[in-house]
C-alpha cells in the first residue's frame, strides 16, 4: 500500500495558500481516515490540523485563511522522537516554521487501499480543498528542526531540490543520515566505511 508508512515514521512537507475556507474538514493532502495520515481544515476552524495514525492534533495558535502562503509540515514517530516542548510528540504539525500542535501518544500507521489524494480526503467525499498548493513532498522519517528551517526558510521558502541538507564534515553524507545510522557528521573519513560488513 504506497505511501501507508505502516507502522513507521513518516513527513509531509506542502506549501498552500486557502483560497476560502467554505466547509468543514477541507484536505489539503490526505491518505485516509482512521489510522492514515491527513492534514485538513479541522471542523469549521480557521486552521489546519494533523492527523497521522490516531486522532488529529488539534488547531495550533493562528489561522491560516488569510489568502497568504503557509507552510506545513506534519510528522509521525511510534517512537515519540519529536522533540518540543510539552512532548516528546508522537504527531506533530508545524506551520510556517514553529511548532503549530501535537499529541503526546504514539501513532499506528496502517494501510487502506487508498491513493494519496491532493486536495481531498480519498476516504470520506467532498472535503475538496479551496486554495493553492505546491512543492509537496514526503519522506519516510521524519524531519530535524533544521530541516524544517531550511524548508520554511523565514517564509522565502527554498525548493527541496536547490541544495542540500546540512553536511558538516563535507563527506557527502547529510548531518541527519549520519547520526542515523551511527556515523559521525564531524568526521569526514566515515564516508569510506563499509558498514555493511
Not at 184 to 191: E, T, V
Request: aromatic share 10%; charged share 25%; proline share 6%.
Amino acid at each position: 500500500d504506497a505511501l501507508a508508512f505502516e507502522g513507521g515514521s513518516m513527513s509531509l512537507s506542502a506549501w498552500f495558500r486557502v483560497e476560502r475556507f467554505d466547509k468543514s474538514w477541507q484536505a489539503v493532502v490526505a491518505k485516509g481516515e482512521g489510522n492514515n495520515w491527513r492534514t485538513h481544515r479541522r471542523s469549521a476552524e480557521e486552521g489546519v490540523a494533523y492527523a497521522g495514525g490516531q486522532g488529529d492534533t488539534g488547531t495550533g495558535p493562528f489561522g491560516v485563511n488569510d489568502g497568504e502562503w503557509h507552510h506545513l509540515v506534519a510528522m509521525a514517530s511510534p517512537d515519540l522522537e519529536i522533540e518540543e516542548e510539552g512532548g516528546p510528540y508522537g504527531t506533530a504539525l508545524y506551520v510556517d516554521g514553529e511548532f503549530y500542535a501535537g499529541l503526546t501518544t504514539a501513532p499506528a500507521l496502517a494501510v487502506n487501499g487508498l491513493f494519496v489524494r491532493i486536495g481531498e480526503n480519498p476516504a470520506a467525499a467532498d472535503r475538496e480543498f479551496a486554495g493553492d498548493m505546491d512543492d509537496i513532498a514526503l519522506w519516510e522519517r521524519i524531519l530535524t528542526a533544521d530541516e524544517i528551517a531550511w524548508l520554511w526558510n523565514d517564509g522565502d521558502g527554498t525548493p527541496v531540490i536547490s541544495e542540500p541538507p546540512p553536511d558538516t564534515d563535507g563527506d557527502g553524507m547529510p548531518d541527519y543520515w549520519e547520526e542515523k545510522y551511527g556515523l559521525n557528521p564531524n568526521d569526514p573519513s566515515d564516508a569510506a566505511l563499509d558498514c555493511n560488513e
